[in-house]
C-alpha cells in the first residue's frame, strides 16, 4: 500500500475507480476470492498498470477513462499466455508461469507473486465473459452506469426490491439448467449452523477444481499456506471430465423468497434451507454438433461427478452429522428454481471449526500432521506421573475485542517485512518440561520434519533483542505489530 500510494500518479482517481469496479464485480457475481473469481489484490493489481499507462498521455485523464480503458485493455487479454503486472516495479520480468495457473496476476513481493492463486478455468472464463460484456456496453451510446451494473437487463431486476442484487436475478434466468446444491440444517446450535454452511461453501469449489492429486485424502482448510500450494496442483473436475459444459458458480447462496430461517422457539433448533448454484452451458462447437447420444454422455458424466461430490461432503464426519445436517447435488432445469432470491443472512466468515480461541492455537500450526509427534509420550508421561509438563495459560477473549492474530502471522510478518530485522526478534516458547524458554527467531524450524521442530501453539511471544520490548504476547493479548486483539 506504501509504494501504490507513492507510485499511483493519482490517488484519489485510483481510489474511485476501484470502488466502482468493486461494485461492478460484486454486481455480476465475480468478487469472491475463494470461489476463484477476483479479490481485492487482483482489482488493484489489475488497475495498476491501467492507471499508469495512462499517465503517459499528455492530456488530462479522469475516472471515465479510467474505467473505459480498462475494460477495453482486458476485454480481448489473452489470459492464457499473457501475464498482468506492474512495468514501473517488475522492470526485469522473470517470473516463469506454470501451466497449472490460469489467471497469473503478480503482485509486488515474494513468497507469493501471482496474487491469483485460487483461479481456475472456469472462473477465468466467467472474468472474460463479463469484461467482454461490460466492454460491448460502453461502445453503445447512451450506456448508463445502471444498464453497466445489469441493473435495466429485465423487467425483474428493475421491480427487484433489492436493486443491487439484479445480477444474480439475471444469473436465475441466464441459463437452461444448473447444478443446485442444496443445504439443510436444523440443529440447535446457530454455530454449528454456521461452520457447516460455511464448510460446505468452501467445498463447492471442488466441484470445479476437483480433488488433489499430489496431497492424497488429506483436505486442507481454505486460507492456509497448503491450501494455496494445493490449488495449483488440482485439476478441474467438471471442465475435465465433461469438456463440453461450460459451468460457473455464482458466489453467494440462495434462498426462496418467504425466507431462509425458520425458528422454532425458545430453547428449540433454527431450520435453514439454503442453495448454491453452478449455471451450465454447452460450448459454442458442441451446440452445433450435439446429438442425443453426445448430450447423454455429458449427464452421465456430469451426474458422475455429482454423485462423487455428495460422497466426499457426507462422508466428512467433523462437520456433516445426518442427525442435523442434509445437502443434495443435482442438475435441474431453470423453470424448477421457483422463486429465490440472494440470502441476506450473515453467516459470518468459515474459521475450519473454530470454537474457542484455545481450539484455534492448538491448531493453528500443525499442518497436515493430526496432532504433535511427541503428544502421545506426553499423554503417557502425564498418566503415569504427577509431574506433567508445564501448561500454557487459557486465554478467555475480553467481550468486543477484536481478532488476535496469530503467532503464525507475526513470524511470518517479522521475517518477510522489509522493514523489520528478523536478527532483532527473539522467540519465547513453552517447553514441555523445562517451562519457558527463548530462541532468536532466525534459528526458529517452521518445517515439521526438522529434528527441533516446535508447534507454534507453543509460542507465549515475541520480543525484541534492542530494548526488551514484548511486540507481542499471547497471555495477555498484546499485539504492537499488527495492532490486533483490543
Avoid at 48 to 58: A, I, W
Avoid at 134 to 161: H, I, K, V, Y
Avoid at 251 to 262: I, L, R, Y
Avoid at 363 to 377: F, L, S, V
Wanted: net charge negative.
Amino acid at each position: 500500500m506504501y509504494y501504490l500510494r507513492r507510485s499511483i500518479p493519482d490517488f484519489a482517481q485510483f481510489r474511485l475507480a476501484y470502488l466502482l469496479l468493486k461494485t461492478w464485480a460484486k454486481e455480476r457475481g465475480i468478487f469472491s476470492a475463494k470461489f476463484g473469481y477476483l479479490g481485492g489484490i487482483h482489482l488493484s493489481t489489475m488497475l495498476v498498470s491501467v492507471c499508469k499507462m495512462l499517465s503517459r498521455e499528455s492530456c488530462p485523464v479522469s475516472v471515465p477513462d479510467i474505467i473505459a480503458t480498462f475494460f477495453a485493455h482486458y476485454a480481448n487479454f489473452d489470459w492464457k499466455t499473457n501475464i498482468v503486472f506492474d512495468p514501473f516495479f517488475h522492470k526485469s520480468l522473470r517470473y516463469s508461469r506454470t501451466f497449472r495457473e490460469p489467471l497469473c496476476l503478480l503482485g509486488w513481493h515474494a513468497p507469493i507473486l501471482n496474487t491469483a492463486h485460487t483461479a481456475s478455468v472456469p472462473t477465468v472464463k466467467a472474468l472474460s465473459v463479463e469484461l467482454r460484456r461490460a466492454n460491448e456496453l460502453l461502445a453503445q451510446p447512451g450506456t448508463t452506469w445502471q444498464t453497466l451494473l445489469g441493473r435495466a437487463d429485465s423487467a425483474q431486476s428493475q421491480t427487484s426490491r433489492q436493486p443491487g442484487m439484479s445480477g444474480a436475478a439475471s444469473f436465475v434466468q441466464e441459463y437452461k439448467s444448473y447444478v443446485k446444491i442444496d443445504v439443510h440444517y436444523w440443529g440447535p446450535s446457530q454455530e454449528k449452523g454456521n461452520q457447516y454452511v460455511g464448510w460446505l461453501e468452501s467445498r463447492c469449489v471442488l466441484l470445479l477444481v476437483g480433488k488433489c492429486l499430489a496431497v492424497g485424502a488429506y483436505q486442507p482448510q481454505p486460507g492456509c499456506h497448503i491450501w494455496r500450494a494445493c490449488v495449483l496442483i488440482q485439476r478441474e473436475e467438471i471442465d475435465k471430465k465433461v469438456p463440453q459444459v461450460v459451468a460457473r458458480i455464482w458466489p453467494t447462496k440462495f434462498v426462496d423468497e418467504a425466507g431462509n430461517v425458520t425458528s422454532l422457539g425458545e430453547g428449540e433448533c433454527d431450520e435453514y434451507r439454503g442453495c448454491f448454484l453452478i449455471g451450465l452451458e454447452l460450448t459454442a462447437d458442441e451446440t452445433q454438433t450435439r446429438t442425443k447420444e453426445d448430450v447423454k454422455m455429458a449427464e452421465g458424466a456430469l451426474q458422475s461427478v455429482l454423485t462423487q461430490f455428495e460422497g466426499r461432503m457426507r462422508s466428512d464426519a467433523k462437520y456433516y452429522d445426518a442427525k442435523t445436517c442434509w445437502m443434495a447435488a443435482n442438475v435441474i432445469h431453470g423453470a424448477d428454481l421457483g422463486q429465490i432470491e440472494p440470502d441476506k443472512k450473515d453467516w459470518g466468515i468459515y474459521t475450519g471449526g473454530e470454537v474457542s480461541e484455545e481450539e484455534e492455537e492448538d491448531d493453528e500450526d500443525h499442518g497436515d500432521t493430526d496432532e504433535d509427534p511427541d503428544a502421545g509420550n506426553e499423554k503417557k508421561l502425564a498418566g503415569t506421573s504427577k509431574l506433567s509438563g508445564p501448561k500454557s495459560k487459557v486465554v478467555i477473549k475480553p467481550k468486543g475485542a477484536g481478532k488476535f492474530r496469530t503467532a503464525s502471522d507475526v513470524m511470518s510478518r517479522l521475517r518477510w517485512d522489509e522493514k523489520l530485522d528478523s536478527v532483532n526478534f527473539i522467540v519465547g516458547y513453552e517447553d514441555r518440561f523445562v517451562g519457558a524458554m527463548e530462541k532468536s527467531l532466525d534459528s526458529w524450524k517452521s518445517e515439521q520434519t526438522d529434528e527441533e521442530f516446535i508447534p507454534q501453539h507453543r509460542i507465549l511471544y515475541f520480543k525484541r533483542k534492542s530494548d526488551g520490548v514484548i511486540v507481542w504476547e499471547r497471555s495477555t493479548r498484546t499485539d504492537l505489530i499488527f495492532g490486533s486483539g483490543r
